[in-house]
């Protein structure tokens, strides 16, 4: 980038560095997923809010390992969903089989989950 605005001034040109930082992080953004507790942690730390499974734990009122070890249990699940068509692993399949699922048992997640989206946005309030 400061090639191309050595570049871009020289040619009489605005470069506009910041419009392309800001494009670069955006891009990088794109790739990532913050699925998992070790993403969501990391996307809180790069907006710069210290302490966030803590400060959840307190708004959750549950232990933060807690939190997590949820988080990647659904996260795992979903991927089973997205990605494996929801059947089971088998060493020698004879028939396919699909993992067992309860509506209470997702109602329960969804549920969950939006309990830790709020916790997440009062964070940024």
Known sequence: MADASV?????GKDARPRVQ???TVHRHLLKKT????IQVGDGLAAARISGAWK???EAIDE????????LDQIVMRRN??????DMRRLVRPRNVSFNDV???????DVDW?????????ELFA
């Not at 570049?7 to 040619?11: D, E």
């Not at 309860?102 to 329960?108: D, E, I, N």
């Open 80 to 85: 089973q969903i997205v990605h494996e068509g």
């Open 55 to 57: 400060r959840i734990s």
């Open 113 to 121: 989950m939006e309990s830790l989206l709020d916790a997440i946005d």
């Open 7 to 11: 570049v871009a001034r020289r040619a």
């Open 63 to 70: 232990p933060a390992a807690e939190l997590k070890k949820r």
């Open 102 to 108: 309860t509506q209470k048992s997702a109602t329960a």
């Open 21 to 23: 930082v800001k494009n």
């Open 34 to 37: 913050f699925h998992s507790s």
